[in-house]
């Protein structure tokens, strides 16, 4: 019986040599691109991806936001008016020096400091309250929260002048109500402290419900069994919002302090059209000229544009100053607190 056998392949190596190991793949132009730059594109991608998704903000923000800024403070530098910005003459910080021996710079800025104290202040307070009353489970809670906030979303122009009616001298509906109680009427308009107190109601009135609105947001992230454990210690509902409350609305109170201060160094709009006659003096005798109305009158008012950036980043400065103190302070009072 004849033995069959398969025919070898001259391309095999004979049987018992050793095997070679595989050839590494080769790089030759037309094949694919190798596995570790494949894995490296990955990588790129993957870390470039986030940056390409955050660069519209930061286009936007240089553009709307460093541009104007270091544009105001380049002008600053020089004496030029608004009706010929070309014409310029360089005069360094005088603009600065300037405002250091100007009064009314000075009175802009004790304005702007007691309307804010005048606004934030009881704003914050009231926002607390509503907040704490919003966070308990009454019905028509949803209904409550949108009538908080329905005056801050009320123009600052309608408000305003509803306010400059309800604050009329003659025919004021405050002055009408103060005389119930035998009180004389107050002008509103034109007294020094009157017309501070009476720009920061409207204030007032605008951002608490916001506020309040941010407190309560706060106060539901707070775990209830803490309360439930204070309640079971014998602890009082007004001991419970000291010790419970309070430390988890730290954060909220921070951000709203922060901000209220913010905006009541830029104050423009309510004392601008409270008194449509005194337009950007606030007032015969600036009783009620906050800085922003003081910017608004050297630049567009006077026409005298480096002061009005002079002004401008003198705000800015403050605001940095201030904050910076701040800063330097709260270990001080975090260890006095301890």
């Known amino acids: 019986m004849t033995e069959t056998r398969d025919p070898v392949d001259p391309f095999l190596p004979p049987a018992g040599s050793p095997v070679p190991p595989p050839a590494a793949p080769s790089s030759t132009p037309g094949r694919g691109p190798e596995p570790g730059g494949r894995e490296r594109a990955g990588r790129l991608r993957s870390r470039s991806a986030p940056y390409l998704l955050v660069a519209p903000f930061f286009l936007l923000f240089g553009a709307f936001g460093l541009f104007p800024l270091a544009a105001t403070a380049w002008t600053s530098l020089f004496r030029v008016e608004l009706t010929a910005p070309e014409a310029r003459e360089w005069v360094g910080l005088h603009n600065y020096a300037r405002l250091l021996h100007d009064e009314y710079f000075w009175n802009a800025l004790s304005n702007t400091v007691v309307i804010g104290v005048l606004a934030t202040v009881p704003q914050l307070l009231l926002a607390l309250g509503v907040a704490h009353l919003l966070d308990v489970r009454l019905r028509g809670r949803l209904a409550f929260r949108v009538v908080a906030l329905a005056p ?109 201060t913010i905006g009541a160094t830029q104050l423009f709009g309510e004392p601008l059209l409270f008194n449509t006659g005194a337009g950007a003096s606030g007032g015969a005798d600036h009783q009620y000229q906050t800085l922003g109305l003081y910017l608004y009158e050297q630049g567009w008012v006077n026409l005298h544009l480096g002061r009005a950036a002079a002004i401008a980043w003198a705000m800015l400065l403050i605001l940095v100053v201030l904050f910076g103190a701040a800063r330097l302070l709260r270990p001080v009072l975090r260890g006095r607190g301890a």
């Open 152 to 260: 801050y979303a009320t123009s600052v122009a309608a408000a305003t002048l509803v306010f400059a009616l309800l604050f009329g001298r003659d025919q004021g509906m405050v002055n009408w109500a103060l005389g119930l109680v035998g009180i004389a009427p107050v002008d509103w308009q034109n007294g020094p402290w009157a017309s501070k107190a009476a720009v920061s109601s409207i204030v007032i009135w605008r951002w608490t419900g916001y506020n309040a609105l941010i407190y309560l947001a706060a106060m539901q992230t707070v775990p209830r069994e803490l309360y439930e454990a204070a309640a079971l210690d014998g602890a009082s509902r007004w001991r419970q919002f000291l010790h419970v409350t309070l430390p988890g609305l730290r954060p909220a109170l921070l951000f709203t302090v922060l901000v209220s």
